[in-house]
DNA sequence: GAATTGAATTATGCATTCAATATTCTGTCA
DNA sequence: TGACAGAATATTGAATGCATAATTCAATTC
């Protein structure tokens, strides 16, 4: 698996080989993450001087940074009074759920319209390591194999305007940190849900995988909410 | 109705009351309208000191727009070679439409879960002015109103979130100038298919709404997919 | 003692300047 | 005539500087 993971996404179609990346998008980068691993906090502001001095550069580059950031979501930019942290209520949390439930529905949908056989076959084969790993009782490999069937599944979709738009809100709801509570119920019920879709994936049953993969998603989002 | 238009988005959340925007943004929105008014064409590249000209701005302004348009996905940022306007291959027209299909249908879904009674029957309105337009064969009317009713839709279904995903979409294909053309078939079968979806929302059958938003846009790629 | 006004400080927005890379032009050679 | 090498030019990337708006803080007034 590539290991850069959310610091490089894959916006960066053209980066030149070696070494030479923009500042400005290197920035946008580390800025990012510090936000996503809550380095940062939601409401704080952006010093931008004080940036600058951290990351030994010019404010011209990090500006440019926070500028795209505030355009994938993750700031707010205030007019002549800098860059906050966007806050997320719980409504906005929810909002965001749902779109995400409807985009991962699809993700399901076009991966048992349009990947291959070896593709879906790599997806049912995480989801027996999925419940390998719950009947083990191992949480951390179960999070990060969760994880690597959702990606798999959207890449399968073969849609990257799909992967992009997905991605940004990912990003979003990351900082909840939503995996941190699964109470036993929901673990069950979310392998079970799990081989619900791998299913309807190897049957093709595009209608089937997409409306699993939706409800999937929601049932992950009251299962948050009901800790609050 | 707002007349701001595509200029302005909803980004603005928070812009000062006087007229006062920032140079940056101002920048961003001209910038986008050309994009999107064809001005600028797709493949063509942008000149920089051209359009500071043109603008009477410096580059930094201008070069922050760029970062924005680019995350947005109307440019390419390729680094030490300038920004060139994204392509939009047939493939790429495809993806997007699937997207916004299931991001439609989920504002259905929405719409009809959520929304307040006025709401739907402001929908319900419109959708007979759009049959209304179609018995007189009134193009321009009919796309107004067409327009209209989705923009009703995402609207009535309560969250921002989804309408910035949507938005941000529809940016990429309206270049596509879709409505340009449409069959006499095609045209009685949207409305139809209009119909059909405010029947589902005043019902507030959510599934139906969702069902049908989605079927709905899907055909209409379809339709502009077999002109070429 | 609390609130308010105005000066001092700080931060942001934008323009300008400098540096590094890419592109174009010109002359030479095959 | 066409291809190539190297200089000249243009363009992008980043840093610095300046103007303006916002924040802070102290002094004054009620």
Redesign the pocket.
């Given at each position: 698996m590539d290991n850069h993971g959310p610091e490089a996404p894959m916006t960066a179609l053209k980066s030149?080989p070696i070494g030479?990346t923009?500042?400005?998008v290197e920035i946008t980068n580390r800025l990012r993450q510090m936000i996503l691993e809550g380095l940062l906090h939601p409401g704080e502001?952006?010093?931008?001087?004080a940036l600058t001095e951290q990351f030994g550069?010019?404010?011209?580059?990090l500006?440019e940074a926070l500028k795209v950031l505030a355009a994938e979501g993750l700031l707010d930019?205030i007019?002549?009074?800098?860059?906050v942290i966007t806050r997320q209520s719980d409504a906005e949390l929810a909002e965001v759920f749902r779109v995400l439930a409807a985009l991962e529905g699809l993700a399901g949908e076009l991966a048992a319209e349009m990947a291959d056989d070896a593709a879906l076959e790599e997806i049912a084969a995480l989801t027996l390591d999925l419940r390998a790993t719950y009947d083990k009782s191992d949480r951390p490999t179960y999070f990060r194999i969760n994880q690597a069937i959702h990606k798999a599944i959207l890449s399968a979709a073969g849609n990257d305007t799909l992967l992009r738009a997905h991605e940004l809100l990912a990003f979003r709801v990351q900082r909840a940190r939503y995996q941190a509570n699964l109470t036993p119920d929901r673990w069950r019920a979310a392998v079970e849900e799990h081989e619900g879709i791998a299913a309807a994936l190897l049957a093709r049953d595009a209608d089937r995988a997409g409306r699993l993969m939706k409800l999937h998603l929601l049932r992950k989002f009251d299962a948050i909410r009901a800790k609050g």
């Open positions: 030149d030479r923009a500042l400005a502001k952006i010093n931008e001087k550069v010019s404010r011209t580059p500006r930019l007019p002549h009074r800098g860059a």
